[in-house]
């Protein structure tokens, strides 16, 4: 079995080496020691969320602090090609369903999509709280999947923003129930598979709408964006559904598991 992994900030292990010690401090070792109550002799990882992972042994757990004595400090490189959902906002937590799972499948990063359909809004203060929501659910489901990265949290965009950020992207894809072509055949079709000239990742965007799907207005101004429909199945899945779906044939398709 694989160990725990906690989460310490980024870059605060770049001093750590093989046989030295870190200490844990704060709701982490907490967590560590109350509630895994992890003791003396175990094993456990520590993470910085930034690729960085400390692999070792518990020497002293104490309800403030977790003393680790490393074994081994491992830098794990993002993959060459990186996975971003795109989420509208749903209602009924169904987006955060959705971010946690494609979380756990090894989704690199999440922009939330206030899409025209969506009955959920972020406003004002209430942008803010949900924002730190969508970011601890992402932390807490890479723990569960012991990564070493903690997928990035964008800042939400609208449907002219999406447009924006499907310029950008090396490719862009729209999870839609009327497109002709399926997803496999799309992404093995795609230049986005190997490297740019540069060595540097490629970025691919998965595009999820809400409840009430896409509107055409918004499906044609993201493909004269850039962006290409793409079916997942044979059936329509929900909003919550889709993204990890994609996610799980993507990895599938570019090599990444």
Do not use: C, Y
């Not at 070493?148 to 992207?169: C, F, M, N, Q, Y």
């Not at 862009?172 to 399926?182: G, T, V, W």
């Amino acid at each position: 079995m694989s160990n725990p992994v906690f989460f310490t900030a980024p870059g605060s292990l770049g001093q750590v080496t093989p046989g030295s010690t870190f200490v844990l401090e704060g709701p982490e070792a907490r967590h560590a020691v109350t509630v895994k109550r992890l003791a003396a002799g175990e094993p456990v990882d520590i993470a910085d969320g930034s690729g960085v992972r400390l692999i070792g042994t518990v020497i002293d757990a104490e309800s403030g602090s977790l003393t680790v004595k490393a074994s081994e400090v491992v830098h794990e490189e993002q993959p060459d090609i990186r996975l971003v959902l795109v989420q509208a906002l749903a209602k009924g937590d169904r987006d955060e369903l959705a971010i946690e799972t494609a979380t756990e499948l090894g989704i690199d990063a999440v922009i939330p999509w206030q899409s025209e359909r969506a009955i959920v809004r972020w406003k004002g203060e209430r942008a803010a709280k949900a924002h730190a929501k969508w970011q601890s659910v992402v932390t807490a489901a890479a723990k569960q999947a012991r990564r070493a990265w903690i997928p990035e949290v964008r800042s939400i965009v609208d449907t002219s923003g999406l447009a924006r950020a499907v310029a950008a992207a090396d490719l862009a894809i729209i999870l839609h129930e009327d497109a002709k072509n399926p997803l496999r055949t799309v992404l093995e079709q795609s230049d986005a598979l190997p490297h740019d000239a540069t060595g540097s990742p490629r970025e691919v965007l998965l595009i999820v709408g809400p409840e009430g799907g896409i509107s055409p207005r918004e499906v044609t101004r993201l493909s004269d964006a850039g962006a290409t429909t793409a079916l997942l199945g044979h059936h329509v899945l929900r909003s919550s559904t889709a993204g990890p779906a994609a996610v799980v044939l993507a990895s599938d398709v570019l090599g990444r598991w």
